[in-house]
């Protein structure tokens, strides 16, 4: 655990300044009353239990790009960082989410865990994909999203993927990592961070 700290406080680029996040969601005008309310809800929340898991975030404006779609095969199908001044996420979700729904969606808390590391290279991306993917499961664990059996299910279930690819795949991390999509390494390089921060945790 002291260890892991100690890696978060390396790289957190500005964990200094804590300050509260102020969430600024664009695209809202595409919904209706019911709909605006229930997303607000949900960004809030999820912000919430982010940060009572991993601390304050270090943003003191968070613009979210609200993508609302008709059609969906789960509640939030994508989610990214959009990195910039400042840095920002984009979701992409059903519309006719249930509250419920949305809050069990991994998507939120992966992509918002992203946001306590810097933009690192390609050659880096099992770091910050493999911090993103232990905590989205974290901060859901911690807020009671999932209980511990199904956390526990859902970690040694992405690491037995991310084993398997590795015996296929024997590349350097880092090679993988800078071409990911090319080779479909993402379960490599994915498992292998997260395994990472997990010994770390442990240590
Ligand atoms: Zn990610």
């Not at 390609?122 to 499961?137: C, D, K, P, R």
């Not at 992405?158 to 795949?169: A, D, S, W």
């Amino acid at each position: 655990m002291k260890l892991l700290y100690s890696i978060l406080f390396a790289l957190c680029f500005n964990c200094a300044a804590q300050v509260s996040t102020q969430i600024q969601p664009h695209g809202l005008a595409a919904l209706s009353d019911n709909q605006q309310q229930r997303i607000v809800k949900w960004l809030n929340s999820s912000v919430e239990k982010t940060q009572a898991s991993l601390g304050p975030l270090p943003h003191a404006l968070l613009p979210i790009y609200l993508h609302p779609r008709y059609i969906a095969f789960e509640p939030v199908p994508w989610g990214s960082v959009k990195r910039g001044d400042p840095d920002g996420i984009e979701l992409h979700f059903d519309r006719f989410a249930s509250l419920r729904q949305l809050n069990d969606d991994w998507t939120l808390y992966h992509e918002l865990a992203h946001l306590y590391l810097p933009l690192l290279p390609y050659s880096a991306f099992w770091l910050s994909e493999g911090f993103a993917t232990y905590m989205q499961n974290r901060i859901m664990h911690d807020n009671k999203v999932i209980n511990s059996g199904q956390f526990i299910q859902r970690l040694s279930a992405g690491l037995e993927r991310g084993r398997n690819q590795t015996r296929k795949m024997s590349q350097p991390l880092s090679e993988l990592s800078a071409d990911m999509w090319q080779h479909g390494a993402q379960q490599r390089v994915y498992w292998s961070g997260a395994a990472f921060f997990i010994e770390a945790e442990l240590t």
